[in-house]
């Protein structure tokens, strides 16, 4: 767990050639979030057992387990996640000039299994990992070199940060009752507004419309549960609003691009 967020960040842009290594065991119970902040290296962070939500000026951007987040330098982002332990294994890479449009998009993407590979070897390793050190420099540097050719397929798990206060309000509804069957029409009954101007306040405010937005955060959840190793897969349906286990087992896939169970087999570099 990091405990000065400020001497954590300075630490990690003191040598700007450096590629810095961290692998942290978050518990939501001790911390949970890593507030607004930016640095000089971009970021590579595989996330294991959990999920976590970045959150950058325009995007926030949902990250399960099992899959990585790139930042490029000089983002201004948090990272907050609500999963009980979540294991986060990052890399702060630094980029030159040149390497720029390689490195310069946000992005959520599965891990390959020669990036978990590659990863393994960086699990015990703490700090600045710097090009003379013959033995771990070259796996590290690897990671760098290949990071573009495995960041070709990303996830489409974002929404655009919320700016209208009901839209707010309302959205944060629809997140504490993930398992109730709530339409468009319950939604503008509860808060007195009209049916069509609530679907275009969706699609004005985020780009989305409603049910699209309430299954990306039903499938946030459902694979936090799936994480968790403690609910069968026709629980966790249930508990995020689903009465079909083939149509929860359906919709799963077209956001992840996994069955739920495939998703609950996979593969943790530590067990």
Same mark, same amino acid.
């Given at each position: 767990?990091?405990?000065?967020?400020?001497?954590?960040?300075?630490?990690?842009?003191?040598?700007?050639?450096?590629?810095?290594?961290?692998?942290?065991?978050?518990?939501?119970?001790?911390?949970?979030?890593?507030?607004?902040?930016?640095?000089?290296?971009?970021?590579?962070?595989?996330?294991?057992?959990?999920?976590?939500?970045?959150?950058?000026? +325009?995007?926030? /951007?949902?990250?399960?387990? &099992?899959?990585?987040?790139?930042?490029?330098?000089?983002? &201004?982002?948090?990272? /907050?996640? &609500?999963?009980?332990?979540?294991?986060?294994?990052?890399?702060?890479?630094?980029? +030159?000039?040149?390497?720029?449009? /390689?490195?310069?998009?946000?992005?959520?993407?599965?891990?390959?299994?020669?990036?978990?590979?590659?990863?393994?070897?960086?699990? *015990?390793?703490?700090?600045?990992?710097?090009?003379?050190?013959?033995?771990?420099?070259?796996?590290?540097?690897?990671?760098?070199?290949?990071? %573009? *050719?495995?960041?070709?397929?990303?996830?489409?798990?974002?929404?655009?940060?919320? #700016?209208?206060?009901?839209?707010?309000?309302?959205?944060?509804?629809?997140?504490?009752?993930? *398992?109730?069957?709530?339409?468009?029409?319950?939604?503008?009954?509860?808060? *007195? @507004? &009209?049916?069509?101007?609530?679907?275009?306040?969706? #699609?004005?405010? @985020?780009?989305?419309?409603?049910? +699209?937005?309430?299954? @990306?955060?039903?499938?946030?959840?459902?694979?936090?549960?799936?994480?968790?190793?403690?609910?069968?897969?026709?629980? @966790?349906?249930?508990?995020?609003? /689903?009465?079909?286990? %083939?149509?929860?087992?359906?919709?799963?896939?077209?956001?992840?691009?996994?069955?739920?169970?495939?998703?609950?087999?996979?593969?943790?570099?530590?067990?």
């Amino acid at each position: 767990m990091i405990n000065n967020q400020e001497q954590f960040l300075a630490e990690v842009d003191r040598d700007p050639v450096s590629i810095y290594c961290y692998h942290d065991l978050h518990n939501v119970e001790e911390q949970n979030s890593f507030y607004k902040h930016s640095h000089e290296k971009g970021q590579l962070m595989y996330i294991e057992g959990g999920t976590i939500q970045v959150e950058t000026d +325009k995007k926030t /951007y949902f990250v399960p387990g &099992n899959h990585y987040v790139w930042i490029p330098a000089g983002v &201004n982002h948090g990272i /907050y996640s &609500n999963s009980k332990t979540v294991l986060m294994r990052t890399l702060y890479i630094p980029i +030159k000039d040149f390497e720029k449009e /390689y490195y310069s998009t946000v992005g959520v993407y599965p891990a390959t299994d020669l990036l978990l590979q590659l990863l393994l070897h960086t699990k *015990d390793w703490r700090g600045d990992i710097q090009e003379s050190n013959r033995k771990l420099y070259p796996i590290v540097q690897a990671i760098k070199v290949l990071l %573009p *050719d495995f960041s070709k397929a990303p996830i489409n798990f974002t929404i655009p940060k919320i #700016k209208d206060e009901k839209l707010r309000e309302i959205t944060q509804y629809l997140g504490n009752n993930l *398992d109730q069957n709530i339409m468009l029409s319950d939604l503008a009954n509860k808060f *007195d @507004i &009209n049916e069509r101007s609530l679907h275009r306040l969706f #699609k004005k405010d @985020i780009g989305i419309s409603f049910i +699209k937005f309430f299954t @990306i955060i039903r499938m946030y959840k459902a694979i936090d549960y799936l994480a968790q190793k403690k609910h069968s897969i026709s629980e @966790i349906a249930s508990k995020v609003g /689903y009465s079909s286990i %083939p149509t929860f087992s359906n919709t799963f896939y077209k956001v992840i691009g996994k069955r739920p169970s495939d998703y609950q087999r996979g593969a943790e570099i530590l067990k």
